[in-house]
């Protein structure tokens, strides 16, 4: 069954750093659009992060020069590295894939939490 498998959410002080990753099983991260997303009970869920097959990323204004996403072929995972970390960047976040290319398909995580705290 496909998986992917959230990590390295915790609990980290304003202006810190965190690297979320997102470790793949049974696809290819190399072969599917990958991205982060985060959701909070007063927001909907928002596209944080992402990279396309191509290796074209976009970023949420809010997290622009902050926040970096990467692909790594060879441990197949996605990672998101976080930096200056804020009150406002608390939230659940999820890695999501998808395939473009036929048969079409989007896989989610179970989500890792991230607290910002000041």
Same mark, same amino acid.
């Given at each position: 069954?496909?998986?992917?498998?959230?990590?390295?959410?915790?609990?980290?002080?304003?202006?810190?750093?965190?690297?979320?990753?997102?470790?793949?099983?049974?696809?290819?991260?190399?072969?599917? *659009?990958? %991205?982060? /997303?985060?959701?909070?009970?007063?927001?909907?869920?928002?596209?944080? &992060?992402?990279?396309?097959?191509? +290796? =074209?990323?976009?970023?949420?204004?809010?997290?622009?020069?902050?926040?970096?996403?990467?692909?790594?072929?060879?441990?197949?995972?996605?990672?998101?590295?976080?930096?200056?970390?804020?009150?406002? *960047?608390? %939230?659940? /976040?999820?890695?999501?894939?998808?395939?473009?290319?036929?048969?079409? &398909?989007?896989?989610?995580?179970? +989500? =890792?939490?991230?607290?910002?705290?000041?």
């Amino acid at each position: 069954q496909v998986q992917l498998v959230e990590s390295g959410g915790g609990l980290v002080q304003v202006g810190g750093s965190l690297t979320l990753s997102c470790a793949a099983s049974r696809i290819s991260v190399s072969g599917y *659009d990958m %991205a982060w /997303y985060r959701r909070t009970p007063e927001k909907d869920r928002e596209l944080v &992060a992402g990279v396309t097959i191509a +290796g =074209t990323t976009n970023y949420l204004d809010s997290v622009k020069g902050r926040f970096t996403i990467s692909r790594d072929g060879a441990q197949n995972t996605v990672s998101l590295q976080m930096n200056t970390l804020k009150p406002e *960047d608390t %939230a659940v /976040y999820y890695c999501e894939a998808d395939r473009r290319i036929y048969p079409t &398909a989007t896989y989610w995580g179970q +989500g =890792t939490q991230v607290t910002v705290s000041s």
